[in-house]
C-alpha cells in the first residue's frame, strides 16, 4: 500500500542552525510533492512544490529536493528562527487522469527552533 | 482577498447527535476538498468537489457522513450520529483548477469534541 513517512518525532534545533526535514515514500510515483506548514489551531498553509523532473526548488531561506530515485524529499530551512517553529506536512501527488490535485499528506514532522 | 471561512470553529456534541460543519471557499475555485485530521498525524480527503459533483468520495463513511455543495460554491459535511470516534479537526480546502497542480488554500478547521 501506499505510504508517506515523515518523522514523527519533534525535530528541536538552536537558532540559525539549518533544519532538515525528511519525506520518504513507497508504492508512489508522484508527479510532484508539496510542502505545507500547520501552525498549532491553524490549517496548513502551502509553501513549496517540486516536480519530478527537478532535483531542487528554493524559496527564500527555503530548499526542496526531490530524489525519485531514493522515493525521498528533503526540506531545509537555513539560518532558522524561532518564528519557524511549526508542524511540516510534505504531499506527493501522482497528478493522473481524472485525480486532478490530489494530494496525500504525510503524518507532519514538527519542528522546534530555540533561541 | 478572504480566505477559505469555515464555521463554527469548535462543537462539542454528545455522542449520537447530529452535527454539521460549514465551508466557504476562495471566490472563483471550483475544486473543494473536507479533510479529517486526527491529533499528530497529516489531513485526510474525506471528499473532494469539481463544481457541485462529488468527484471522489471513496474515504468518506457513508452510513453516517453526508456531503453536499448544491450551488457550486459553500458546502456542508454532516455527520449523523455523530461516533466518540469522529473527534477531530475538520478541515476545507479550495483550489483554483481541476487537474492542475494549484496549490490548495485551507480553512482554519472545526474541533469536533465527541463526548
Known amino acids: 500500500s501506499q505510504k508517506i513517512e515523515q518523522n514523527s518525532e519533534a525535530l528541536n534545533i538552536q537558532e540559525g542552525k539549518t533544519a532538515t526535514l525528511t519525506c520518504n515514500y513507497t508504492?508512489?510515483?508522484?508527479?510532484?510533492l508539496q510542502w505545507y506548514r500547520q501552525d498549532p489551531g491553524r490549517g496548513p498553509v502551502f509553501l513549496l512544490l517540486?516536480?519530478?523532473?527537478?532535483k531542487e526548488k528554493r524559496k527564500e531561506r527555503l530548499k526542496v529536493t526531490f530524489d525519485t530515485t531514493l522515493k525521498q524529499s528533503l526540506f531545509h530551512i537555513t539560518a532558522s528562527q524561532p518564528a519557524d517553529s511549526a508542524t511540516y506536512l510534505c504531499a506527493p501527488s501522482e497528478g493522473k487522469n481524472n485525480a486532478g490535485n490530489m494530494l496525500t499528506f504525510g503524518g507532519g514532522t514538527r519542528l522546534m527552533v530555540k533561541p | 482577498e478572504a480566505g477559505v471561512v469555515q464555521s463554527p470553529r469548535y462543537k462539542i456534541i454528545e455522542k449520537k447527535q447530529p452535527v454539521a460543519f460549514w465551508c466557504n471557499p476562495i471566490?472563483?475555485?471550483?475544486?473543494l476538498y473536507w479533510y479529517l485530521q486526527n491529533l499528530g498525524q497529516g489531513p485526510e480527503l474525506l471528499i473532494r468537489?469539481?463544481?457541485?459533483?462529488?468527484?471522489?468520495d471513496s474515504q468518506l463513511p457513508k452510513d453516517r457522513f453526508s456531503a453536499e455543495r448544491l450551488k457550486g460554491v459553500d458546502s456542508t459535511l454532516k455527520i449523523q450520529p455523530a461516533e466518540l470516534g469522529d473527534s477531530a479537526v475538520y478541515l476545507c480546502?479550495?483550489?483554483?483548477?481541476?487537474?492542475?497542480?494549484?496549490?490548495?488554500?485551507f480553512g482554519p478547521g472545526t474541533r469536533l469534541t465527541v463526548l
Open positions: 517540486i516536480r519530478e523532473n527537478e
Open positions: 468537489y469539481e463544481n457541485e459533483e462529488a468527484v471522489d
Open positions: 480546502a479550495s483550489s483554483g483548477r481541476s487537474g492542475s497542480t494549484d496549490t490548495q488554500y
Open positions: 471566490s472563483g475555485h471550483n475544486t
Open positions: 508504492n508512489y510515483s508522484p508527479a510532484y
